[in-house]
């Protein structure tokens, strides 16, 4: 069950602004104002990490995928990283917006699906049958209110073996993970090897699910 919330906020922006903290304040414009301005900073960091991680230029990109939450603005911040990075205009864009906290494995499907043109790809989206209510935002003058039912947690447990049965056998590694460590005697059932699973849940109640798999850095895929 999730108790809290946390947020990073400056005492002083909190202290100029209290109806920040006020329950149900209409505080929306202030909120969009501080999205807007920061979601692009915050998506350019991490851009530019990973491109240093990638080892190529910044104008070798030819797709940008962007998720975010919290901003709604049209141009949205898809096309401020463009311009932060330096990214030819010419780059396609793909702006992903509300959907939910697994937004981020969305992302990663659709740059997966991008690169590989959708040959063999291994990627699953399921959704829970009778879990609408479970995870529910919707937008009011006062901001975004989120609703979550007390079961969204039996929910997944009662349903994440199969998804992970599902995703390893399409995959064609269903116990093959546990059993080579077990058999190396590694501290974890999946040190050093090379498969992984992403999984992500956000309203619907949806789980996407994504089998990952670690390359050589000389293998590495030009995403």
Same mark, same amino acid.
């Given at each position: 069950?999730?108790?809290?919330?946390?947020?990073?906020?400056?005492?002083?922006?909190?202290?100029?602004?209290?109806?920040? /903290?006020?329950?149900?304040?209409?505080?929306?414009?202030?909120?969009?104002?501080?999205?807007?301005?920061?979601?692009?900073?915050? !998506?350019?960091?991490? +851009?530019?990490? /990973?491109?240093?991680?990638?080892?190529?230029?910044?104008?070798?990109?030819? *797709?940008?995928?962007?998720?975010? /939450?919290?901003?709604?603005?049209?141009?949205?911040?898809?096309?401020?990283?463009?311009?932060?990075?330096?990214?030819?205009?010419?780059?396609?864009?793909?702006?992903?917006?509300?959907?939910?906290? *697994?937004?981020?494995?969305?992302?990663?499907?659709?740059?997966?699906?991008? +690169?590989?043109?959708?040959?063999?790809?291994?990627?699953?989206?399921?959704?829970?049958?009778?879990?609408?209510?479970?995870?529910?935002?919707?937008?009011?003058?006062?901001?975004?209110?989120?609703?979550?039912?007390?079961?969204?947690?039996?929910?997944?447990?009662?349903?994440?073996? &199969?998804?992970?049965?599902?995703?390893?056998?399409?995959?064609?590694?269903?116990?093959?993970? &546990?059993?080579?460590?077990?058999?190396? !005697?590694?501290?974890?059932?999946?040190?050093?090897?090379?498969?992984?699973?992403?999984?992500?849940?956000?309203?619907?109640?949806?789980?996407? /699910?994504?089998?990952?798999?670690?390359?050589?850095?000389?293998?590495?895929?030009?995403?």
């Amino acid at each position: 069950m999730i108790e809290k919330w946390h947020v990073s906020m400056s005492d002083d922006f909190l202290r100029s602004n209290p109806c920040i /903290t006020a329950y149900k304040s209409l505080s929306l414009n202030l909120r969009q104002e501080l999205a807007d301005a920061t979601v692009p900073q915050l !998506g350019a960091e991490a +851009a530019r990490e /990973t491109i240093k991680d990638w080892g190529r230029k910044a104008s070798d990109v030819t *797709h940008l995928v962007f998720f975010t /939450t919290v901003s709604r603005c049209i141009p949205g911040a898809d096309s401020e990283v463009v311009k932060l990075l330096g990214l030819p205009l010419s780059t396609k864009r793909f702006m992903l917006y509300q959907a939910g906290c *697994h937004g981020g494995g969305i992302a990663l499907r659709l740059a997966k699906d991008l +690169a590989e043109n959708n040959d063999g790809a291994r990627v699953l989206v399921d959704i829970i049958p009778g879990t609408e209510d479970a995870v529910v935002s919707k937008l009011y003058e006062h901001g975004i209110m989120y609703t979550l039912h007390r079961d969204v947690a039996p929910h997944i447990s009662s349903n994440i073996e &199969r998804l992970v049965k599902a995703a390893l056998e399409q995959a064609g590694v269903v116990a093959e993970m &546990r059993q080579r460590s077990a058999d190396q !005697g590694l501290r974890t059932t999946g040190q050093r090897l090379e498969w992984g699973l992403l999984f992500g849940f956000g309203p619907g109640l949806t789980v996407e /699910t994504i089998v990952l798999r670690a390359l050589p850095c000389q293998a590495l895929p030009n995403v």
